[in-house]
Structures are given as C-alpha cells and as structure tokens.
C-alpha cells in the first residue's frame, strides 16, 4: 500500500510527542527507517481490515495511531536524513570513501598522462600520489582538484576531465576530511548528542513503541499469521518460510 504523505509536515506532527518521552524510554538508534517505512505499510491493511472489531474488542487500544504509523515512519526517515547531516554515519562516510576512491583514481590517471607529456609538473603528481589510508585519499581529492584548477590554463582542451570531475573531487574530499578524525586525534568527549540526532532517536522509539503495539492487535485477531501480516520493522523477508517452527516468545494478546 503506497501513501503520499509530506515527510517535514509528518516529522512536525509527531516531535512534539517524541520529545515527551521520559529518557529512561529511549532505546539505542539501530533503524534501517528505508525498511521500517515498507514494513509498516505492509501491516497497515491488516488493521484496517479490523478497524470496527479493534474498537470493539480492544477498546483501549489507540487506533488512531496504529493509522497513522506510515506518517510516523517517513517522520522517522526525515529525522534520519537531517541527523546525517549533523552526525555522518560510518555507512556515509564509507559512501564517501568509495566515490572519493573512484573519482581519485580517474583524476590521477589523466594527471599521469599530462605530466608524462610536460603540461604540468611531474612533481605535483607525485606527490599527490605518494601516500596511504583514506585521509591520504580524501587530501588527494583535494590536491587533484587545485592541480587541475592550477593549470587550467596550460590543459584546457587536452584532457577528458570536466569541471564537474574536478568539483567532484573537491567536494568529497573535503566532505572527507572535515568528517574524518585523523588516527592520532585526542578522543572526543561524550556529550549530549545534535538537536537533530535526538530527534531521530526520539522519533525511532515512538515508531518501535507503536508497531510493537500494532504486532500485538495483529496477534491478537490472526495468531501465529501475525508475522506474516505485520513483519518486525527491520524484516528483509517478503513472506515467511512456512517450514520454519513458530516463534518461541510471540507478543502477548491484548486484553479486552
């Protein structure tokens, strides 16, 4: 089931309630929210095909919410998106690492050629080249951007790199080593975590607190084809292995 919601407006919606929650609640941050957001929407038909009968055996139960658990997932992956940007993840950094490899890699090649050929320095390009680790690779990035930049006016026209490459370059490698701590960098203190980092794990417990209570409904109407019906958030499988024995501890049932 695919929904339109607005991801800023959804993540306005629910911060205030996330922000209420006691610190003592808070669980570590270990989403994939891409997953959470496909899982939810896989559960959302098995309660709206209960709707009345929830209201009617399970009372107590905030219906509401259970609805509204797609918005909460997108609020969780907008809180995601924002975070990343005050506290890069090692997935991102490695990200960046892999583009920093490749574009480097490429820059260098050509920089080879056209000192081979005198148009600039081959001690420039040896330099660059010399070195090991990936901050070696993110400062490459940057040197190989200002060669190219340095001797724009000798090389124009006699090489396949464009000013994008070269921006490239620039970009990621300084993306890299504004981000990396080098090795021999004191520790960094503990401290309260970003406005936006907080955000998100606030944000990540509600949305494990309220499809945990959607599994439980699930479980209460359709027993042991809960899994089938509302997989856990981080759930890759797209349908359960009939063959495998049944959960050992499956959610309680909801009392009436």
């Known amino acids: 089931m695919t929904i339109s919601i607005d991801a800023q407006k959804a ?7 996330a922000q209420a929650l006691a610190p003592q609640a808070l669980i570590p941050y270990r989403l994939d929210p891409d997953l959470a957001v496909i899982n939810v929407q896989t559960a959302l038909p098995a309660i709206l ?13 905030d219906l509401g919410a259970l609805l509204a658990l797609p918005e909460l997932a997108i609020a969780v992956k907008f809180a995601a998106l924002r975070a990343e940007q005050a506290a890069p993840s090692e997935k991102s950094i490695s990200r960046n690492l892999a583009e920093a490899r490749k574009i480097r890699r490429a820059l260098l090649s050509v920089a080879r050629g056209l000192a081979a050929t005198g148009l600039v320095p081959d001690h420039e390009v040896d330099a660059i080249a010399a070195g090991k680790g990936n901050r070696d690779i993110a400062e490459d990035c940057v040197a190989l951007a200002d060669l190219y930049r340095k001797h724009e006016a000798a090389i ?9 490459d070269v921006e490239k370059a620039a970009s990621v490698g300084s ?7 080098p090795g021999n960098a004191p520790p960094e203190k503990a401290g309260p975590p970003p406005a936006s980092v907080d955000a998100r794990n606030r ?8 499809h945990s209570e959607l599994r439980k409904v699930v ?6 084809a809960y899994e089938d019906l509302a997989p856990s958030l981080q759930s890759r499988r797209l349908e ?16 009436r």
Request: cysteine-free; aromatic content about 8%; glycine content about 6%.
């Open 11 to 17: 993540y306005d919606k629910f911060l205030p309630e």
């Open 49 to 61: 095909a209960k709707k009345a009968d929830i209201v009617a055996h399970l009372p107590k139960v």
């Open 156 to 164: 124009a026209g006699k090489h396949a790199v464009g000013d994008a």
């Open 175 to 181: 993306w890299l080593l504004a981000t990396m701590r």
């Open 203 to 210: 944000l990540a417990t509600l949305l494990v607190q309220r």
């Open 219 to 224: 479980h209460y109407f359709h027993g042991e």
């Open 240 to 255: 359960r292995d009939k063959q495998d024995p049944p959960p050992a501890d499956p959610p309680a049932a909801l009392g």
